[in-house]
T-cell receptor, first 116, second 115 residues
Framework: AQSVTQLGSHVSVSEGALVLLRCNYSSSVPPYLFWYVQYPNQGLQLLLKYTTGATLVKGINGFEAEFKKSETSFHLTKPSAHMSDAAEYFCAVKGGSGGGADGLTFGKGTHLIIQP | ETGVTQSPTHLIKTRGQQVTLRCSSQSGHNTVSWYQQALGQGPQFIFQYYREEENGRGNFPPRFSGLQFPNYSSELNVNALELDDSALYLC??????????????FGPGTRLLVL
């Protein structure tokens, strides 16, 4: 079964600093990987996803993530944090065996705090 | 283009009661997935509906059931509510299952409190 581990339930960075949110997955087959963001009292918004091909994926709002198969990681980064980036971030995996019958398996989330 | 909508936004029930939550999928999407998000946790997959049939299910008991209608809207029904059912229930719509890479678009959720 697929699983996701997000290291750090809370991450605090200064405005303008690098954002790094960590995600490791377990999967017996090449995975499909996603990062979602959740603002208070809202649903989840897709930031980016990895399917196949280029391992560096660019998303919305200046975020990007790199798929590293050897490290089973899919860490999310942003070069310069903005106050508006403060939110909950979720990494998710879906099985690579096809069929599409399974849902997303989410990590527990990382709360990103931006210090002025 | 209309996004995913859910109703009601908030709901309070007592233990043992039954509840129905509703979801309208994004225009053009024919697949709906439901998730339960407990406070401070990531969402957990309940089930998915495609072409009005259940297309996959997570680790939830049978008292969690669903429906999908010809217009692709969906309902989540929970019977015999328990205190632990208190959570944010999220609906997500997507295009037809294509091998796992389809993007799921989430609604704002229904917050259920069971007393």
């Amino acid at each position: 079964a697929q699983s996701v581990t997000q290291l750090g339930s809370h991450v605090s960075v200064s405005e303008g600093a690098l954002v790094l949110l960590r995600c490791n997955y377990s999967s017996s087959v090449p995975p499909y990987l996603f990062w979602y963001v959740q603002y208070p009292n809202q649903g989840l918004q897709l930031l980016l996803k990895y399917t196949t091909g280029a391992t560096l994926v660019k998303g919305i709002n200046g975020f990007e993530a790199e798929f590293k198969k050897s490290e089973t990681s899919f860490h999310l980064t942003k070069p310069s944090a903005h106050m508006s980036d403060a939110a909950e971030y979720f990494c998710a995996v879906k099985g690579g065996s096809g069929g599409g019958a399974d849902g997303l398996t989410f990590g527990k989330g990382t709360h990103l705090i931006i210090q002025p | 283009e209309t996004g995913v909508t859910q109703s009601p936004t908030h709901l309070i029930k007592t233990r043992g009661q039954q509840v129905t939550l509703r979801c309208s999928s994004q225009s053009g999407h024919n697949t709906v997935s439901w998730y339960q998000q407990a406070l401070g946790q990531g969402p957990q997959f309940i089930f998915q509906y495609y072409r009005e049939e259940e297309n996959g299910r997570g680790n939830f008991p049978p008292r969690f059931s669903g429906l999908q209608f010809p217009n692709y809207s969906s309902e989540l029904n929970v019977n015999a509510l328990e205190l632990d059912d208190s959570a944010l229930y999220l609906c997500a719509s997507s295009l037809a299952p294509s091998g796992g890479a389809e993007t799921q678009y989430f609604g704002p959720g229904t917050r259920l409190l069971v007393l």
